[in-house]
């Protein structure tokens, strides 16, 4: 057959029909190695298409989400993988009854070639990880657990599949061929029959042989022994020094594999004849069984006791990797995953699903570095109701909190996983702007002395989000810029839409309130891609390549952005503190509605916002006093508590512009600009320098003015009267502040 097709015999009660896949790309194969990873021999790639046929036109594949028949004829159809990877199980029927008469198994590879590595490395590290959190549990390290296979089966291969992680792992193998090449050794006395003629040294032990053993020979008279003995034994039996590896540590490695072994062979009996587990756990057993072949077994007895406290238990290389991986499977072997069924059930390997767990326990490695907190709440992770167990599921909530302390700021931490914003909050509340949403991963940062609820209502909290994408392994290729938008449909029409993940993350950041950044994670090795919203680190999007790799892993580029997004946290004066309290200030503000023409915001006008830019209403008290107003572009205010002082605060401090009305006018068009920050203090003597018509004050407060706002507002009339703080009358000289969008919404009806 071509490299792109396979033909599998599937044998029925009446003979064998053939499957026929057909593929294109050397997307199938036979696999030698198959067997020893637990696999089908015929094998697919996830994310494919396959034609499929059967020589038997009596015959038709049993339909699944991922097999489906054709029209055309029932006997042909399509195999689509999807994002399925694992053993896959297909009934052969009968058309005639729909019997199934048989059944053929296909492996759906992953696409990356290096998952069965990274697989098998993650299995291991979350074991170690689910071991360190049962020693940190006080209440359980107490208890005994023995290792057995009589759970139920739903976690049987859950517990395996540990197993074998731990087993199958490179730091357990190296561990026993350090043992097998060097073994510790020990002296010891044995007893050794000697002919008694080769004898150089005579102790007490072999005098008294020489005087009383039997089997004697006579001794010559020319013999000096002669003299005192007739005869003496042919042969004596005297002690010697042998090199023995028969020690306790060699008997404690002896056990632990024999132990293995055992548990094994539990499992192998339990598991179905054709079951993928029963296949996975002969293998091993075989490797066990080949290890304890080896001679220096035979030479080693069954130990008595166990005594784990030996040093060099403890610390020599290759026993101490040994005593781990023992320890290990103790605990491991009674510990239930029920996260696991999401990992491994039904025959599939859900890799990504794994990769998402795995990164859980690198980023709470990382969190917990980064923030110096260890959380009391990680004892949840496991319970001992009715057994061992991880409580870490995919769609269940988890989080961990714990609080920062700097010598100027003290911060909470929570990391969660699996957080649900929901889309029905409305503003203040947390949430989502839309539909609810769930990132993978959540860091939420808010400062002590505030509980997260009045942190999100007051714009105080930051959310920092990652989600785990393991099927992606170039991010730069999701965000090259010369892209063209055309092929980007195209990709999009046929489910392969690459650039889905990065839109995620605008997503998060855009839709989750309080969001800082989103961040992709995947098991790449093309570094960090950070893409900061501007000249701070928050906010941000990227990704982060964090790989299972026990020599790399990735996470030291993490960490480093972490550190960062704290110093800048330390930084009160940050942007994003500013950008959170306008946030704040703004969207609790009732909102003015102003439709009024004036000049446009941009350019050096580019602060001119209704409600925020400020206008004082002032008085002038004569013609004269208006012509000096003009003539010498100032404005002055007396200052005290008399009618016509004007109070001074941050409005009448930032304004930018004046109105003037005088003696009864309510209607006025006078409008100019405060061209400096600020009034300047003027003395009574100051303005008659300036030729001020008969100043009374003793101290003014003096503005400089600009005439040129009349064209900025197209010359328009205001009516004060329709400003809340005018008063009419006498009292109407009385100067005060509003914003521009009050003003513009007292334009005046009609002009006459």
């Not at 220096?296 to 991986?325: C, H, M």
């Not at 001020?692 to 101290?699: M, S």
Request: glycine share 6%; net charge neutral.
């Amino acid at each position: 057959m071509a490299n792109d097709t396979l033909a599998i015999p599937i044998i029925t009660p009446n003979g064998t029909v053939r499957l026929i896949i057909y593929g294109d790309n050397n997307t199938t194969c036979e696999a030698p190695d198959a067997i020893e990873n637990g696999e089908a021999q015929f094998q697919l790639y996830e994310g494919k298409y396959y034609e499929y046929e059967l020589d038997n036109k009596e015959y038709t594949l049993e339909t699944s989400e991922v097999v489906s028949q054709s029209r055309v004829s029932s006997s042909t159809g399509r195999i689509a993988p999807n994002i399925y990877v694992g053993t896959l199980t297909i009934g052969l029927l009968l058309k005639t009854t729909g019997e199934r008469t048989g059944e053929v198994k296909l492996e759906v590879r992953s696409m990356k070639t290096e998952y069965r590595s990274d697989y098998r490395q993650m299995l291991k590290d979350i074991a170690e990880k689910s071991i360190d959190l049962i020693f940190y549990h006080n209440s359980i390290v107490t208890q005994q657990f023995t290792a057995n296979a009589d759970k139920e089966p739903q976690t049987l291969y859950q517990r395996f599949a540990f197993l074998k992680s731990i087993i199958e792992g490179d730091e357990f193998n190296y561990g026993l061929q350090k043992i097998l090449y060097a073994p510790v050794t020990r002296w010891s006395d044995t007893t050794t029959e000697r002919d008694t003629r080769s004898l150089k040294r005579v102790g007490n032990s072999v005098m008294k042989q020489l005087a009383s053993s039997g089997s004697r020979i006579k001794i010559p008279l020319s013999n000096p022994l002669s003299a005192k003995l007739k005869t003496i034994p042919t042969t004596v039996n005297v002690l010697q020094k042998v090199d023995s590896v028969d020690t306790p540590e060699n008997r404690f490695i002896k056990f632990a594999l024999s132990h293995f072994l055992y548990f094994l062979e539990e499992i192998i009996e339990k598991a179905k004849d054709a079951d993928r587990l029963r296949l996975e756990a002969t293998f091993l057993a075989t490797n066990i069984e080949n290890y304890l072949s080896h001679s220096i077994f035979k030479e080693i007895s069954n130990p008595d006791t166990v005594s784990l406290n030996s040093p060099i238990l403890q610390r020599k290389e290759g026993y101490r990797e040994i005593l781990r991986a023992w320890i290990m499977f103790e605990y491991a072997a009674n510990l239930a995953w029920h996260g696991g069924e999401d990992v491994y059930s039904g025959g599939k390997k859900n890799i990504a699903v794994l990769y998402e767990y795995w990164l859980f326990f690198k980023l709470l490695d990382v969190v917990k570095e980064t923030f110096k907190v260890e959380p009391k709440s990680l004892k949840q992770l496991i319970s001992i109701e009715g057994g061992l167990s991880l409580n870490l599921k995919q769609g269940k909530h988890f989080s961990v909190k714990g609080v920062y302390e700097s010598g100027t700021r003290k911060l909470n931490i929570q990391f969660s996983y699996n957080r649900t914003f929901n889309g029905e909050s409305k503003y203040p509340d947390g949430g989502s702007w839309s539909r609810p949403l769930r990132p993978d991963y959540t860091l939420s940062i808010w400062p002590v002395g505030v509980t997260d609820t009045q942190a999100e209502e007051q714009e105080l909290i930051t959310h920092i989000h990652f989600d785990a994408k393991y099927r992606i392994e170039n991010f730069s290729a999701l965000i090259e810029k010369g892209e063209d938008l055309s092929d980007e449909k195209l990709e999009q029409s046929k489910g392969t839409y690459k650039r889905a993940d990065m839109l995620k993350m605008h997503t998060y950041r855009d839709a989750i309130r309080r969001t800082s950044g989103a961040y992709v994670l995947y098991p790449g090795s093309d570094g960090t891609h950070n893409i900061p919203g501007f000249h701070e680190i928050l906010p941000g999007l990227g990704a982060f390549a964090i790989r299972p790799d026990s020599a790399n892993d990735g996470t030291s580029e993490l960490k480093l952005f972490l550190q960062e997004v704290l110093e800048h946290l330390m930084n009160r004066a940050s942007q994003r503190e500013t950008l959170s309290y306008k946030t704040y200030d703004t969207l609790n503000k009732k909102s003015e509605e102003v439709k009024e023409p004036f000049i446009e915001a941009y350019g050096t006008n580019r602060d001119l916002i209704p409600n925020e830019t400020f206008v004082i209403i002032g008085y002038y008290k004569s013609q004269e006093q208006l012509e000096w107003i003009v003539k010498n572009n100032l404005y002055n205010f007396r200052t005290g508590t008399n009618l016509g002082s004007l109070p001074l605060g941050r409005k009448e401090v930032s304004a930018k512009y004046l109105v003037l009305h005088g003696k009864g006018e309510t209607k006025t068009s006078r409008i100019f600009k405060l061209i400096e920050l600020g009034p300047k203090v003027f003395s009574n003597a100051d303005l008659l320098k300036k030729e001020y018509p008969n100043p009374t004050g003793e101290i003014y407060l003096v503005y400089t003015i600009d005439r040129s706002a009349e064209e900025d507002f197209n010359s328009q009339k205001w009516d004060l009267n329709k400003l809340a703080n005018f008063t009419s009358h006498r009292a109407s000289a009385k100067p005060f502040s509003v914003t521009l969008g009050e003003l513009l919404n007292a334009k005046e009806s009609s002009v006459k």
